[in-house]
């Protein structure tokens, strides 16, 4: 296969409190290519290390030694402005507690990243609704997120995260905080994204039944990748 | 993100936490409220001052012969020929449509008798024509000294209304009496009474008109032209001295030039005198001077009042690092999103700004109604208080502009200043750690 990966790692690591007496090792040698279209689960239980491994995939916190390239891009070597603007173009973000800014409408939630992407006002109402209709939130746009169920917070959530197009979606535990038949409603996005659209969308979990759903299932345990299973493909 | 945005989105922030936003704001309305109150106070003071400065007249210069500024100390008495009458009417006559020259010396004490044959007293002042160009009001009936019957020296007066009750049963008679003078040293003199006219509160006050048991105890005023002042007393222009003259100045000509002029025709006579000059004093000066302080002390409560501007900031501070912990989870949403550092910095800096600035135009706003309030208060207590005084008084309400300008200007910088460090604590954050903050 010679497609360039869109995530690609290579003897990841992460360590906490390093050099002290309690120098925390949380990953260990993560080697992992992610290719553009695909819809992959990783799951472990808590404390596994997958949380950290995503917020390094989401680049919100750099390993601590290893290789990452993102679209090709060594991410090592970039600074904070320019890790800002990664995240704003490339990575769109699904939280387990939906991380939607209070006050603010649902349909200026959405504009968020269009906002720091500088985005037109104009421009970015046309595409936030064109985003709000896609999760079929369009009678809502204009409620705080007080006003919103879970669901369909997380519904608005999946909007933003798909406002710049971004090359992949980071989903961490989307469906943790919503019971089991709005969770299935926010799969079923997912997985409408996946084969309507062609996103690519790493899914965290610790269900594995949910994981199971997805063509690929990477499982971590005490912070290394034991197994990576490929639906159709086998191990 | 533009500029544009980060207001929009600070107001938004602001208006979400409406009674937090103006308890944070009443450090700095409090500040500014205070500066502007006292510069209004300070401002109209000084307005007030230089309007009645213009009312009473200031447009005259006092040139009297002076110390040289370089004189050592040492020197004979003054020469005789320093300043003579004859020096100030060539002066004019130089500049006829330029110059004035207005004066008013005491002759002497006088005795009237009138038509009924009571006895008054009177006071004579010799007067120049144009000495009474300010005050032509006051003249109700007939017509000031005029300039013919100075040069003629022309036995005719100006009298007031209390010397007409006094002398005459009809006082409507007046125009044209002639009255006969006795002076103090025994000398008499017959003037033709040509004008009439009232006092004001103020001169009423001085001669003690309302204090008086009898209209006949009143020592009433009267003009008549200085030229035949000097001719009763027998001196020529050349011999007159004068102690000082006032130079005025006709519409043709400015204070500046008259300067000029004096200075041009008094040069070459001062010129080798090694101890006298001439000098000339300009009324307007003591306004400056006292303008000067005034702007001084104004300035410096002003300054004492901005302290507690910094009192504000702190508080703006304070609010700014809780409000920033508060929206800590925010801050991390904000940066997973994109925001960068100096985005989130840019977003704290203007909402401190935007506090700061609010409160600084409600204080402006506050200031000038308690100036207002307060000159209406002085104008009050003026017109009960000393009447006599009143119509002279312009009294102004100015607001300081400058004062109003730099006070919004400040309250800018203070929430620019308090604001900074905040906001850069917020702009640092390490995203995975403002994310999971609880």
New interface residues.
């Given amino acids: 296969m010679n497609r360039v990966p869109v995530i690609h790692m290579e003897a990841v690591t992460k360590k906490y409190y390093i050099g002290e007496p309690n120098e925390l090792q949380i990953l260990f040698d993560i080697g992992l290519d992610i290719y553009e279209g695909e819809f992959v689960s990783i799951v472990g239980a808590s404390g596994s290390g997958k949380s950290t491994l995503m917020n390094i995939i989401g680049l919100l916190d750099r390993q601590t030694d290893g290789k990452y390239l993102l679209n090709g891009t060594d991410t090592s070597q970039l600074d904070d402005t320019e890790l800002s603007h990664i995240r704003n173009k490339e990575i769109g973000f699904v939280f387990q507690n939906f991380n939607l800014i209070p006050k603010l409408t649902a349909l200026k939630n959405v504009e968020m990243p269009l906002l720091y992407a500088g985005m037109s006002q104009r421009k970015r109402t046309e595409r936030a609704m064109e985003l709000i209709r896609l999760v079929g939130m369009e009678d809502r746009y204009s409620h705080d997120p007080s006003e919103l169920s879970g669901g369909h917070k997380q519904r608005i959530a999946i909007a933003r995260a798909m406002a710049n197009q971004p090359s992949i979606i980071l989903a961490d535990e989307p469906t943790g905080a919503l019971d089991t038949k709005t969770g299935r409603m926010v799969m079923d996005l997912f997985h409408k994204l996946h084969k309507e659209e062609g996103k690519t969308i790493v899914l965290i979990t610790h269900s594995p039944e949910l994981a199971s759903e997805t063509e690929r299932m990477l499982t971590i345990s005490d912070g290394r990748i034991v197994s990576d299973f490929e639906r159709g493909k086998g191990e | ?2 500029f544009l ?1 980060s207001i929009k989105m600070a107001f ?2 602001l208006a ?1 936490n409406k009674l937090r936003s103006f308890l944070t704001m009443l450090g700095i309305i409090i500040g500014i409220s205070a500066v502007i109150t006292i510069t209004t106070i300070g401002n109209s003071i000084s307005q007030t001052l230089s309007g009645t400065f213009d009312q009473l007249g200031t447009s005259k210069l006092t040139i009297y012969p002076d110390i040289r500024d370089d004189n050592d100390g040492y020197h004979d008495l003054p020469d005789d020929e320093q300043l003579t009458l004859e020096m100030v009417q060539d002066l004019i006559k130089r500049h006829p449509n330029e110059l004035t020259y207005s004066c008013n010396t005491l002759y002497q004490g006088s005795e009237v008798v009138s038509e009924n044959g009571n006895s008054f007293k009177t006071l004579m002042f010799g007067v120049s024509d144009d000495y009474f160009d300010q005050f032509k009001k006051q003249i109700v009936k007939g017509r000031a000294v005029s300039k013919g019957d100075m040069e003629e020296q022309k036995y005719t007066c100006l009298v007031s209304e209390i010397f007409t009750q006094q002398y005459f049963e009809h006082p409507d008679d007046a125009i044209g009496s002639t009255v006969k003078f006795l002076g103090a040293d025994g000398t008499n003199v017959r003037l033709t009474i040509v004008g009439v006219m009232e006092y004001t509160d103020l001169e009423k006050n001085q001669l003690g008109v309302n204090k008086a048991k009898s209209i006949y105890d009143i020592r009433t005023w009267v003009f008549f032209p200085y030229n035949t002042m000097l001719k009763i007393q027998g001196l020529e222009p050349k011999e007159t001295i004068l102690e000082a003259a006032e130079i005025g100045w006709t519409k043709n000509c400015d204070k500046e030039t008259a300067k000029l002029y004096i200075q041009k025709y008094f040069e070459p006579i001062y010129r080798n005198d090694e101890v006298w000059e001439m000098h000339i004093y300009d009324e307007a000066q003591i306004f400056g001077m006292i303008d000067t302080v005034l702007t001084v002390v104004t300035v410096a409560i002003s300054v004492i009042a901005a302290i507690s501007l910094i009192v504000g900031g702190v508080g703006v501070m304070n609010i700014m690092l809780v409000s920033i912990l508060e929206r800590t ?2 801050i ?12 989130i910095r840019k977003q704290f800096v203007i909402e401190a700004i935007i506090i700061c600035l609010t409160g600084g135009l409600i204080g402006v706003i506050i200031g000038i109604m308690n100036g207002v309030l307060l000159s209406k208060i002085a104008s009050l207590l003026l017109t009960t208080m000393a009447p006599e005084y009143a119509e002279y008084i312009v009294l102004t309400v100015q607001p300081s502009i400058p004062a109003i300008v730099i006070s919004l200007g400040f309250s800018m910088l203070t929430g620019l200043i308090f604001g900074y460090y905040p906001a850069k604590r917020a702009g640092n954050m390490n ?2 750690d403002a ?1 999971r903050y609880e």
């Fill in positions: 993100m533009n945005e938004t922030s979400i989870r925010e991390g949403v904000r940066k997973a999103l994109g925001a960068l550092n100096g985005d995203p995975i994310l």
